[in-house]
């Protein structure tokens, strides 16, 4: 293959394939949707995470500039400037297209434009040849053994130390790409942010080190957990070149944007809330160690072969994995994110290493084929779990979460015609993201971060179902929801004669109904949510 058509390869065919093969999974749900139900564009394994980031988007759809959290009943003001999903709902408005299709249209944009930002960092770092293609094969599909581990001795054997390949979506390549319609603009955001960084710090001219900022204030906008980490990698890279002038270029554009976050996280009480319930224990060093073992024991063989000048010729890859692997012991409650991305400095190392060893023996490309085979072929049952248990977890017909029942959706878009998104909708926990993701209503719980309130709304909901005066639950009822979503448990609840929640019908105004879903507004005279 001559130097033009290798060129085609990697700038074209590569980013373009992954666009193809990452969007794949979406559409192969969408072909297995069951009669009467729709696929909601959400793969596992994370379904109340896509619900909150297609919440936001539908507030962008009905017009919103800022955001609120939409998974409490708790009234306030909207808070959050979320470019990326303001960008996705509005896009969805114009065309008139369906959310979760025009979110996959994003998707896939960010995932060329990642592997785009990743190509030019790796040239940038000098990576020709076998280094070069052995580091984007790598970044790509690599995984741990986690998989191996699991089936040698078990999971119970493993315990809480399970390989962070087989659960953190972070760490992976493949799966950041895949998963989420963000995750792609952050890893490109990042990977450009290092690649100005080098350049600024290796003092070509400022505009590269504005560049570093102004792509640090956007990630920070968007998805800001790996702020820190880059701002430290920043510190170190001016240290190490005795460029000090790059920090307050960086800082400049940054600055502004990091204040804002920082006094909003503090501020604001539901967003301190959030903090407090969103905590991100840390994987176990065993689990870290399991799950990006190939690139690691790579980039470890590449030291001991080049030794200080491998170390210094590779001095920013070694400080920006260092970081995410020391970082995410800190005491943040998001602590976890630090490792976002973890593995594309190891992979770099990785590629780096596999050219060093190569050329020590003298095997050329296929020594170095040959060992790029290996850490797949060592990552392979990793991704064989991966796989299976995405496949299974679609399996699982449960409302709301991968798919839901066409009664449902039609319960659900009669309910987004009326009234307004401020209003608080009651219905079961499974189905509580799709109200938020559809309506742009508030359900009163539902997200294991952004319910703020969801210890003081299951103590409520208990004393719903529990013995009393139904003229008192119906007046608990109505202060904190305008609306009841009845469907599964809830419905049965409802519509049995010997159901707790049977007192409803007499106290509210049925609005929509069908065979598997039904929808309850407050009676004319009760009061509004306090």
Excluded at 4 to 20: E, S
Excluded at 199 to 214: K, N, Q, V, Y
Aim: hydrophobic share 55%; proline share 5%.
């Amino acid at each position: 293959m001559n130097e033009r058509a290798r060129t085609a390869v990697w700038k074209f065919a590569w980013p373009l394939g992954w666009a193809l093969l990452t969007a794949a999974p979406y559409f192969a749900a969408k072909l297995a949707a069951p009669e009467g139900w729709r696929y909601l564009w959400i793969l596992p394994p994370y379904a109340a995470d896509s619900q909150a980031y297609f919440a936001w988007a539908r507030q962008a759809y009905l017009g919103a500039f800022l955001f609120k959290l939409k998974f409490t009943s708790l009234h306030h003001a909207p808070f959050l400037f979320q470019p990326f999903f303001w960008a996705v709902g509005r896009a969805a408005r114009l065309t008139g297209a369906e959310l979760g299709a025009v979110s996959l249209v994003f998707k896939s944009a960010g995932v060329v434009l990642f592997w785009t930002a990743f190509r030019r960092l790796a040239e940038r770092l000098g990576f020709r040849g076998s280094a070069f293609w052995s580091a984007m094969i790598l970044a790509g599909f690599g995984a741990g053994i986690g998989g191996t581990a699991l089936s040698l001795v078990g999971p119970d054997a493993l315990g809480g130390h399970r390989p962070i390949d087989l659960w953190l979506i972070d760490a992976s390549t493949w799966w950041a790409l895949t998963w989420n319609a963000l995750f792609p603009y952050s890893l490109a955001l990042i990977v450009f942010f290092v690649e100005t960084l080098d350049r600024a710090s290796d003092g070509e001219p400022p505009r590269w080190a504005w560049l570093a900022g102004a792509a640090l204030a956007l990630l920070m906008l968007v998805h800001p957990y790996a702020a820190p980490l880059l701002a430290v990698l920043a510190a170190f890279a001016a240290a190490l070149r005795r460029r000090p002038g790059v920090l307050w270029r960086i800082a400049l554009p940054a600055a502004p944007v990091a204040a804002y976050l920082v006094w909003i996280s503090r501020a604001h009480p539901l967003v301190a809330r959030h903090g407090e319930l969103g905590r991100m224990d840390s994987p176990s060093w065993t689990a870290v160690l399991l799950g990006l073992a190939p690139a690691l024991a790579l980039a470890a063989w590449g030291l001991m072969l080049g030794k200080r000048e491998f170390l210094r010729r590779h001095a920013l890859l070694f400080a920006w994995a260092a970081a995410a692997l020391l970082m995410c012991r800190l005491p943040a409650w998001f602590q976890r994110k630090f490792l976002f991305g973890v593995q594309l400095p190891l992979s770099l190392l990785a590629g780096a290493a596999v050219a060093a060893i190569a050329e020590r023996d003298r095997g050329g490309a296929r020594t170095a084929a040959g060992l790029v085979a290996v850490a797949l072929a060592l990552g392979a049952p990793s991704w064989a779990f991966v796989v299976s248990n995405t496949r299974l977890s679609l399996g699982i017909r449960e409302n709301g979460r991968y798919y839901a029942s066409r009664d449902l959706l039609e319960a659900l878009e009669d309910l987004a015609r009326r009234g307004s998104p401020d209003e608080a909708v009651l219905s079961t926990r499974e189905t509580a993201g799709l109200v938020a993701m559809t309506t742009g209503k508030a359900a009163v719980w539902g997200h294991w971060a952004q319910s703020v309130d969801a210890a003081d709304t299951d103590r409520w909901f208990a004393a719903l179902l529990a013995p009393g005066d139904p003229k008192e639950k119906s007046r608990r009822l109505w202060e904190k929801a305008d609306y009841v979503v009845a469907e599964g448990d809830l419905k049965r609840e409802i519509d049995s004669e010997r159901g707790r929640l049977r007192w409803l019908k007499a106290s509210a105004r049925l609005l929509y109904s069908n065979a598997g879903a039904s929808v309850y507004g407050r009676p004319t005279a009760a009061p509004g949510p306090s």
